[in-house]
């Protein structure tokens, strides 16, 4: 089982602004960073550390954190954000860990 | 540009043993940790194991440790997976990807178009 927990399901109506939430002990140390997956693709990084995103991510994409909780943030959500999320972060041996996934659907 | 090539998708049987392998390219090979995720059908992502090729050091996830062996030919870019004796649960997509280790972070920046590995009698 994962160290990292996530919602398995969250939906968004068009154009309106979602919060994706992972929870873990380690995140109280570390920060987290997100993937989108789409169907028969690789994942893709879009948030990682305090807040920064790889070049080409929107910036509708954005990433915080509180106590053992990381967040990803959609503001205006978009039909082609329709995705599998996963958070990632480190434990404290320094190894990656991931997040079971979130399936976000977009209405 | 960065690229990870992944060697293609097999069809082996169970017992037999299987090396699948991911090129780097358009970065210092050495300077970033390769990691490899298993994706079953229709699940999540796995962290199976990491390889630092400048120094060969290697984690394996506990639940992976055992079963499968990471290296890297640093001389040419290359990670490797291996089993030595297949079974059907290890049916599902293999990714590589470049892994970035800080005191505060981990994160996969680039990753690999994936390996599928099916597994039948």
């Known amino acids: 089982s994962s160290e990292l927990t996530q919602d398995p399901a969250v939906s968004v109506a068009l154009g309106q602004t979602v919060r994706i939430t992972c929870q873990g002990d380690s995140l109280r140390s570390y920060y987290a960073s997100w993937y989108q997956q789409k169907p028969g693709q690789a994942p893709v990084l879009v948030i990682y550390g305090k807040n920064n995103r790889p070049s080409g991510i929107p910036d509708r994409f954005s990433g915080s954190s509180s106590g053992n909780t990381a967040s990803l943030t959609i503001t205006g959500a978009q039909a082609e954000d329709e995705a599998d999320y996963y958070c990632n972060s480190r434990d404290s041996s320094g190894n990656p860990q991931f997040g079971g996934g979130t399936k976000l659907t977009v209405l | 540009e960065v690229q990870l090539v992944q060697s293609g998708a097999e069809v082996k049987k169970p017992g037999e043993s299987l090396k699948i392998s991911c090129k780097g390219s358009g970065y210092s090979f050495t300077s970033y940790w390769i990691g490899w995720v298993r994706q079953m059908p229709g699940k999540g992502l796995e962290w199976m194991g990491i390889?630092?090729?400048?120094?060969?050091?290697?984690r394996y996830s506990p639940s992976f440790q055992g079963q499968v062996t990471i290296s890297a030919d640093k001389s040419i870019s290359t990670a490797y997976l291996q089993w030595s004796s297949l079974k059907a649960s290890d049916t599902a997509m293999y990714y590589c990807?470049?892994?970035?280790?800080?005191?505060?972070?981990?994160?996969?920046?680039?990753w690999g178009q994936g390996t599928l590995v099916t597994v039948s009698s």
């Open positions: 390889i630092y090729p400048g120094d060969s050091d290697t």
């Open positions: 990807a470049s892994g970035v280790s800080s005191p505060y972070v981990w994160y996969f920046d680039y």
